[in-house]
């Protein structure tokens, strides 16, 4: 029986057993003792048990909700552009991505770089044809899909990218961004938890969860 039978149940038991001592209250005035005795103790197991439901069923309501994350293309447009530093932290975004928002109670769905690959027809495809994206998505079974991206105009600052597509409607749900300036891991790490946080927080105002 799930959270919300309990609670229906506990609430028809409820009602059921007020209705029964007014009755019973009306036919017999003598039978506050009886009340007392019976129905109040169970009235209370009820609500106890309610209490104790609620209580124990913290999951969000979006929990189970599978989310597709792709790696994020590096687009750097500085007079050094692609470094080996760059190149690596980009490759480290995606699985970053995918664990914070695990964290957040989303099911990740995998997709391989072949997939990824298959589906794009050149840089930055994925990202600027949503309805292709979301076609990658429904074939690997996911209710959203996360086109990232790394964008890098200057050397002073670094923009993390994050483009939420519905794969049923393959519409965009929100297009959120991070911006970092400096290389340090902490940094990039904190950059993934806030762009995580606003994916969380587009996807529960899209699903009407807020």
């Given at each position: 029986?799930?959270?919300?039978q309990?609670?229906?149940?506990?609430?028809?038991?409820?009602?059921?057993?007020?209705?029964?001592?007014a009755?019973?209250?009306?036919?017999h005035?003598?039978?506050?003792d009886?009340f007392?005795s019976?129905?109040i103790?169970r009235i209370?197991?009820?609500?106890?048990?309610?209490a104790?439901?609620l209580?124990?069923?913290?999951?969000?309501?979006?929990a189970?909700?599978?989310?597709?994350?792709?790696d994020?293309?590096?687009k750097?447009?500085?007079s050094?552009?692609?470094?080996?530093?760059?190149?690596?932290r980009?490759?480290?975004?995606?699985?970053?991505?995918?664990?914070?928002?695990?964290?957040?109670?989303?099911?990740?769905?995998?997709i391989?770089a072949e997939?990824q690959?298959?589906?794009?027809?050149?840089?930055g495809?994925?990202?600027?044809?949503?309805d292709?994206?979301a076609?990658?998505?429904?074939t690997?079974g996911a209710?959203?899909?996360?086109?990232?991206?790394?964008?890098?105009?200057?050397?002073?600052?670094?923009h993390?990218?994050?483009?939420?597509?519905?794969?049923?409607t393959q519409?965009?749900?929100?297009?959120?961004v991070?911006?970092?300036?400096g290389?340090?891991?902490?940094?990039?790490?904190?950059?993934?938890?806030?762009?995580?946080?606003?994916?969380?927080?587009g996807?529960r105002?899209?699903l009407?969860?807020?």
């Open positions: 029986m799930s959270v919300r309990h609670l229906l149940h506990c609430r028809r038991q409820i009602h059921s057993g007020s209705i029964e001592t009755l019973s209250l009306k036919q005035p003598d039978a506050k009886t007392m019976r129905r103790p209370f197991r009820c609500l106890g048990i309610a104790a439901l209580f124990l069923y913290t999951g969000p309501l979006h189970g909700v599978g989310i597709g994350v792709l994020f293309e590096l750097d447009i500085t050094n552009p692609n470094t080996p530093d760059e190149t690596a980009a490759a480290t975004l995606k699985p970053e991505l995918e664990r914070a928002l695990q964290q957040c109670r989303y099911d990740i769905v995998p391989t997939q690959t298959g589906a794009a027809k050149g840089a495809y994925l990202y600027d044809h949503p292709e994206a076609v990658l998505g429904e690997i209710r959203f899909i996360v086109v990232g991206r790394v964008s890098k105009p200057s050397f002073l600052f670094v993390f990218l994050a483009r939420l597509v519905d794969v049923k519409k965009i749900v929100g297009d959120f991070v911006e970092l300036k290389k340090h891991i902490e940094l990039t790490g904190k950059g993934i938890q806030r762009l995580a946080q606003q994916v969380d927080e996807i105002r899209y009407g969860l807020q």
